[in-house]
């Protein structure tokens, strides 16, 4: 059984930083595309960024145009584990952070198999 395990939120002050970890049990993550995800109240679970591997290209990175230059996704296989940098934290980026791991388009909601029980990050201004 797969199980995604979330870490690391918390409340910070923009302009701050948080790094989120997400570890993964039952599955090796490094075939697999790792996602994450973020879903504010009221409002629809929005890519945040991905990481995958390829035999064409090695590992690829994604990232949504909102975070791009502040967060950064990265894995370590040995642990099992991906992580999400997240600097330069503005007001907007709160919400429930949502790691998930499956195979397909990594900016996909429908892409992802099994997802982790999210982490609340909240940016006060």
């Known amino acids: 059984q797969v199980q995604l395990v979330e870490s690391g939120g918390g409340l910070v002050q923009a302009g701050g930083s948080l790094r989120l970890s997400c570890a993964a049990s039952g599955r090796t993550l490094f075939t697999y595309a790792m996602g994450w995800f973020r879903q504010a109240p009221g409002k629809e679970r929005e890519f945040v960024a991905a990481i995958d591997w390829t035999k064409k290209s090695g590992i690829n990175t994604y990232a949504a145009d909102s975070v791009k230059g502040r967060f950064t996704i990265s894995r370590d296989n040995i642990k099992n584990t991906v992580y999400l940098q997240m600097n330069s934290l503005k007001a907007e980026d709160t919400a429930v952070y949502y790691c998930?791991?499956?195979?397909?388009?990594?900016?996909?909601?429908?892409?992802?198999?099994?997802w982790g029980q999210g982490t609340q990050v909240t940016v006060s201004s």
């Open positions: 998930a791991t499956g195979r397909g388009p990594p900016r996909l909601v429908s892409t992802y198999d099994y």
